[in-house]
């Protein structure tokens, strides 16, 4: 299923191999336990990007870097919605960003991170005094201008909160980069300790999301485009050392990625968006998707 050494292309460059089905430590199945058509919400998700995941509420957290381009534009951006695919809210980022491409969520401070594609920036963002995060009295500055680091296309965010580390992917160059504050105790300075590892030798072309996980310290990683064989996800060392490769049970286009608890009270599951098609591909598409996996093997 994943054989050969076969060249892998990101941004139009040759950027590594695919791995040889000998260097894959294990291999499992993601099988499809819910599937949610963000189509069906009354505020649609045509394109989502972004996801996170909430544990204080068990909520998951949607963001939508395409919807601002398709016919069902309500100035909403962000969606917080239940594990089983409810929406609970539809809420806007847009006075911040029309491009977020992914958020994370800093729980212990009450602050979303979003990264942004066009501004080649993540963003911190607080709420106000509603306290309720997409609402029009949020605040927000940049965090971190993500070229100082090499990332001139970032997708994919996540946050390591013990560490006070944020990891960013980059879909271009096939990287997924560590950012963790120096002395000065501040992201974007001189400072930031920053270290970085290649997913092109996984088999991705198109690096979208990472999650970390807290109870085994493991980033999870989908790409949108995976030349070879199906679509599928990795989980990784912290240090980008490969632990198995997941393939997904369905085509998907993965563009969010997290781990949370499972709806059937079983355990974990995989929760994965799909973006479906393009919007500048397929006018008026509203085809975005919500996972719930259980992976087997």
Do not use: Q
Not at 181 to 191: A, L, N, Y
Not at 244 to 255: D, G, L
């Amino acid at each position: 299923m994943f054989t050969g050494r076969r060249a892998i292309v990101c941004g139009g460059l040759v950027v590594g191999l695919i791995l040889s089905a000998s260097n894959v430590a294990t291999a499992a199945t993601a099988e499809v336990v819910r599937v949610t058509r963000l189509s069906r919400w009354r505020a649609p998700s045509p394109d989502p990007t972004g996801l996170s995941f909430d544990e204080r509420t068990g909520r998951l957290l949607i963001s939508d870097a395409e919807v601002d381009e398709s016919v069902v534009w309500r100035r909403r951006n962000l969606y917080v919605s239940r594990r089983t695919g409810g929406l609970i809210a539809a809420r806007k980022l847009a006075s911040i960003t029309r491009e977020p491409e992914d958020v994370a969520w800093n729980g212990r401070k009450h602050i979303l991170y979003v990264v942004d594609d066009d501004a080649k920036a993540v963003y911190a963002v607080r709420s106000g005094r509603d306290r309720i995060l997409g609402t029009n009295d949020d605040t927000s500055r940049i965090l971190l201008h993500t070229r100082r680091f090499g990332s001139r296309d970032p997708e994919g965010l996540a946050w390591r909160g013990d560490r006070k580390s944020l990891i960013v992917t980059d879909a271009s160059n096939c990287r997924v980069y560590v950012i963790g504050r120096g002395r000065d105790r501040r992201f974007d300075t001189s400072d930031d300790r920053v270290r970085s590892f290649g997913t092109a030798r996984f088999g991705f072309s198109e690096t979208e999301d990472v999650w970390f996980d807290v109870p085994t310290k493991h980033l999870f990683i989908v790409s949108s485009r995976v030349p070879e064989g199906p679509d599928f996800a990795v989980e990784t060392t912290y240090a980008g050392k490969l632990l198995r490769k997941i393939a997904f049970s369905v085509p998907i286009k993965a563009s969010g990625v997290v781990m949370a608890p499972a709806t059937d009270g079983t355990g974990r599951h995989l929760y994965v968006t799909d973006s479906g098609s393009p919007e500048d591909v397929v006018p008026k598409e509203n085809d975005g998707r919500l996972y719930e996996f259980a992976i087997v093997g």
